[in-house]
T-cell receptor, first 115, second 114 residues
Framework: SAVISQKPSRDICQRGTSLTIQCQVD?????MFWYRQQPGQSLTLIAT?????????ESGFVIDKFPISRPNLTFSTLTVSNMSPEDSSIYLC????????????FGPGTRLTVT | AQKITQTQPGMFVQEKEAVTLDCTYD???????LFWYKQPSSGEMIFLIY??????QNATEGRYSLNFQKARKSANLVISASQLGDSAMYFC???????????FGTGTRLTIIP
């Protein structure tokens, strides 16, 4: 399986500011994903990031609020822009590992609190 | 559209007993995959087990097995000989082949009692 790291692991931010979350994978992967988990809730897909193309956003998520970069096959960033308390969540990146099947592995997550 | 239903918001199980976490799904896709993840209080999502819709046998990974009943559209997770470290949230998820999006259930919080 892939080893995935995220930075920062947690942060407390003031409303109106932006935070960029980094996701690093130890192997080259085609598909990377960003999920949001609001407190006490399940995971919701924000967008799919492929290297060399624009990210594909799910309904309810827009590029201006959650810009994503995917400069190479092992790295991606998610920015949470103009934050409000409603953005307080765990943000997780994941990768699709197709060696054996269609397993998706997750990073450790970034716990964001907006005050 | 896909939907995952986990009807057990919380479960308490005695240590060393087996536990079954329920998951039912709904999809019109002919080919799909089913997943179980464990989320400890630290927040990370740990992949446990995967079952493809065309797999003939139920998936097993150590103490985890997936009881896949395709006709009933159920994919229950069975944990044998539960341990204190099994206490966590457990999420069932699915995706259709050809679509990378994972759809998650609402989760079951499992607490193992010593």
């Amino acid at each position: 399986s892939a080893v995935i790291s995220q930075k920062p692991s947690r942060d407390i931010c003031q409303r109106g500011t932006s935070l960029t979350i980094q996701c690093q994978v130890d192997s080259q992967v085609t598909m990377m994903f960003w999920y949001r988990q609001q407190p006490g809730q399940s995971l919701t897909l924000i967008a799919t990031a492929n290297q060399g193309s624009e990210a594909t956003y799910e309904s309810g998520f827009v590029i201006d609020k959650f810009p994503i970069s995917r400069p190479n096959l092992t790295f991606s960033t998610l920015t949470v822009s103009n934050m409000s308390p409603e953005d307080s969540s765990i943000y997780l990146c994941s990768v699709e590992w197709t060696v054996n099947s269609y397993e998706q592995y997750f990073g450790p997550g970034t716990r964001l609190t907006v005050t | 559209a896909q939907k995952i239903t986990q009807t057990q918001p919380g479960m308490f199980v005695q240590e060393k007993e087996a536990v079954t976490l329920d998951c039912t799904y709904d999809t019109s896709d002919p080919s799909y995959g089913l997943f179980w993840y464990k989320q400890p209080s630290s927040g990370e999502m740990i992949f446990l087990i995967y079952q493809g819709s065309y797999d003939q046998q139920n998936a097993t990974e150590g103490r985890y097995s997936l009881n896949f009943q395709k006709a009933r559209k159920s994919a229950n997770l069975v944990i044998s000989a539960s341990q204190l470290g099994d206490s966590a949230m457990y999420f069932c998820a699915m995706r259709a082949f050809g679509n990378e999006k994972l759809t998650f259930g609402t989760g079951t919080r499992l607490t193992i009692i010593p």
